[in-house]
């Protein structure tokens, strides 16, 4: 609408000699063609675009407008019935838009938060209504392919952004029940993300997602339902963990393992809110009857100088195993995460059943490794913990 209105004012100027006194209509029977150039100054030095106007008045209180708007990265045309009030229908049938071409302008006008935002992607869009007392109506259908988002400010990147939306009211900005978002692959501070699949609710202010499942971790993360405000976009959520790759999540833990290979499920709760994402009470665990092989991070001897030396004798397995020499075959890996404290005052724990992988070595291991203190401190996220990392535990400053 903005461009018809914009297209549609340059018509207007161009027939002023012929328009009725301030007390007529808005719109005068006129027939023919007008075509014009116009850049958004309030862009900057956004492209300039090429407009055209066609109008037919076959009927005294009905004014058929067709019209387009071309330029560099956006080709838009539709058409308009109205009275000569200036109210009736309209309808896009066909808008192209290079979003990389044109984010970059309207950035600036969208609020600070959008600062430093780059988001790229073909999108196509169609859309009609009215246009009565001053008010729209109407709906749109927006697709959007090999979409790109990315905020360094909030650490987030997004690629392969797909999305087929359609909007049911455009004036309440309110979609259609269960519209889909997907990405490709992406990172989320020092987290890469795979394959993503939000399912969405927008009306007005109130995003409601009905499910997510995102690729991290070598397995799957996913939420239920939440809510939140688009403008305030802050929540609270227990996610679930599936197939999650011991390898890839040691970085989160306290320094108990060093390697491991092994697929862990459970549940983190997780929340968001300006200062970026917070890691809450958690538990990963090994399914029942499977195993993980690990090697620990802790120094040699604390196993074997807790013991009897009689059964180290018996058991050499300890020692090669609290040595990195062969690794521990675990059936049982519980990780636990209270970052707040529980109520012995831990803020994490790890609990290993198992003994070394080499079957000809016997050394039956149960150890628990209890941890307390602020995990932010204790767990090394990223390759420095910056202080502006946006992936923190919970109570961390």
């Not at 890469?192 to 939000?198: A, E, K, T």
């Not at 993980?292 to 020692?319: C, E, H, N, Q």
């Not at 109520?343 to 149960?366: F, K, N």
Request: charged share 25%; no cysteine.
């Amino acid at each position: 609408m903005v461009i018809f209105r914009r297209a549609f004012s340059g018509l207007l100027l161009t027939a002023a000699p012929w328009l009725p006194a301030a007390d007529g209509p808005l719109l005068p029977p006129l027939d023919g063609e007008l075509k014009g150039r116009f850049a958004a100054t309030v862009l900057g030095g956004a492209p300039e675009l090429e407009w055209t106007v066609q109008v037919q008045s076959t009927r005294p209180l009905e004014r058929k407008i067709a019209f387009a708007v071309t330029g560099r990265g956006m080709q838009v045309r539709g058409t308009a019935v109205l009275d000569p009030a200036g109210e009736g229908t309209w309808e896009i049938a066909a808008a192209q838009i290079d979003v990389g071409e044109w984010f970059g302008w309207l950035a600036p006008r969208l609020g600070p938060a959008l600062s430093g935002v780059t988001v790229a992607g073909a999108l196509e869009a169609s859309a009609r209504g009215t246009w009565r007392g001053g008010k729209l109506g109407g709906s749109a259908s927006l697709s959007l392919r090999e979409g790109r988002f990315d905020d360094p400010g909030r650490t987030l990147l997004l690629e392969g952004i797909s999305f087929d939306i359609d909007v049911a009211d455009l004036a309440a900005r309110r979609t259609e029940p269960a519209q889909v978002f997907t990405w490709r692959s992406g990172r989320f501070d020092v987290v890469p993300l795979g394959v993503g699949r939000i399912e969405f609710l927008l009306d007005g202010d109130r995003l409601s997602v009905n499910q997510a499942a995102i690729d991290v971790f070598g397995g799957e993360l996913s939420t239920g339902s939440l809510v939140m405000s688009t403008s305030r976009p802050e929540f609270s959520v227990v996610a679930r963990m599936q197939g999650v790759a011991v390898e890839q999540i040691l970085f989160l833990l306290p320094p108990v393992l060093a390697e491991g290979v092994g697929r862990l499920d459970g549940e983190v709760a997780l929340e968001r809110d300006a200062s970026g994402l917070r890691i809450g009470d958690g538990r990963l665990a090994l399914r029942t009857g499977e195993t993980a092989d690990l090697r620990l991070a802790v120094k040699p001897g604390w196993l074997s100088t807790s013991l009897p030396p009689d059964i180290v004798k018996y058991f050499p397995g300890f020692r090669k195993v609290e040595t990195g020499e062969i690794p521990l075959r675990a059936r049982v890996l519980e990780m636990t995460f209270t970052p707040l404290g529980d109520a012995e005052g831990r803020t994490a724990w790890v609990h290993l059943v198992g003994g070394p992988s080499d079957p000809e070595l016997t050394a039956p291991i149960d150890t628990r490794v209890n941890v307390r203190g602020p995990l932010d401190e204790l767990v090394k996220i990223g390759a420095d913990m910056s202080t502006d990392s946006r992936l923190r535990f919970k109570g961390a400053k």
